[in-house]
């Protein structure tokens, strides 16, 4: 496995926290036969990548699309902003923000692309309404790379009535928010779940 496949595999999470917080950003929108999109945004500092053993994440529409663009998914409105961004009196960081949609026909679909630790996304159907399984493989980090935070978030077709700890909802919405410090934690599974109304 070569670094930068690791380094994805860890959920995109796993960078050096040198100058304020590096952040991973997944919001799943989905509809009531299972389809939908998630978007997807994370960013970074290049320069904290220069004595790690691991290449930055893909940062260009070529590298995302080879990168992510299998199981079926389609991957479009990809969006790459950089910005120098002030982290102390004289002193500017030039900041690395990806931004990307992935258009899905069935959530499993999703757990292919190889984006994060998922390992397996199901939905399910009821009488009385819809449920969303997500289950990730945790991991450490890379390369002794800690100080991160992770977000997964969920938008469901109804009024969500159940949702896995520690996720927190509104309405349709819910999420679920860790540091590197608990998601290193979670052991090597770790099941996420969401049910909304009809």
Same mark, same amino acid.
């Given at each position: 496995?070569?670094?930068?496949?690791?380094?994805?595999?860890?959920?995109?999470?796993?960078?050096?926290?040198?100058?304020?917080?590096?952040?991973?950003?997944?919001?799943?929108?989905?509809?009531?036969?299972?389809?939908?999109?998630?978007?997807?945004?994370?960013?970074?500092?290049?320069?904290?990548?220069?004595?790690?053993?691991?290449?930055?994440?893909?940062?260009?529409?070529?590298?995302?699309?080879?990168?992510?663009?299998?199981?079926?998914?389609?991957?479009?409105?990809?969006?790459?902003?950089?910005?120098?961004?002030?982290?102390?009196? &004289?002193?500017?960081? !030039?900041?690395?923000?990806?931004?990307?949609?992935?258009?899905?026909?069935?959530? =499993?679909?999703? %757990? +292919?692309?190889?984006?994060?630790?998922?390992?397996?996304?199901?939905?399910?159907?009821?009488?009385?309404?819809?449920?969303?399984?997500?289950?990730?493989?945790?991991?450490?980090?890379?390369?002794?790379?800690?100080?991160?935070?992770?977000?997964?978030?969920?938008?469901?077709?109804?009024?969500?009535?159940?949702?896995?700890?520690? &996720?927190?909802?509104? !309405?349709?919405?819910?999420?679920?928010?860790?540091?590197?410090?608990?998601?290193? =934690?979670?052991? %090597? +599974?770790?099941?996420?779940?969401?049910?909304?109304?009809?």
């Amino acid at each position: 496995m070569n670094p930068r496949t690791a380094l994805l595999l860890s959920i995109l999470v796993s960078f050096p926290l040198l100058f304020g917080c590096i952040n991973y950003k997944q919001t799943l929108k989905m509809n009531e036969d299972g389809s939908g999109e998630a978007y997807i945004h994370y960013w970074y500092v290049a320069t904290n990548f220069t004595d790690a053993e691991a290449e930055p994440p893909p940062s260009t529409e070529s590298e995302i699309l080879q990168e992510f663009e299998k199981g079926g998914v389609e991957i479009n409105q990809i969006r790459v902003v950089v910005r120098q961004e002030k982290v102390s009196e &004289g002193e500017l960081l !030039e900041w690395t923000h990806v931004y990307f949609t992935v258009y899905f026909d069935d959530v =499993s679909q999703f %757990a +292919e692309t190889t984006i994060g630790d998922v390992k397996e996304c199901k939905w399910t159907e009821t009488e009385l309404g819809y449920t969303l399984t997500e289950t990730i493989a945790p991991t450490i980090g890379f390369a002794g790379m800690t100080d991160y935070f992770i977000t997964f978030a969920v938008n469901m077709p109804g009024k969500i009535v159940d949702a896995s700890y520690p &996720g927190k909802t509104d !309405e349709n919405r819910v999420e679920w928010v860790w540091d590197s410090d608990t998601y290193s =934690s979670l052991g %090597a +599974e770790y099941t996420m779940s969401c049910t909304s109304e009809k």
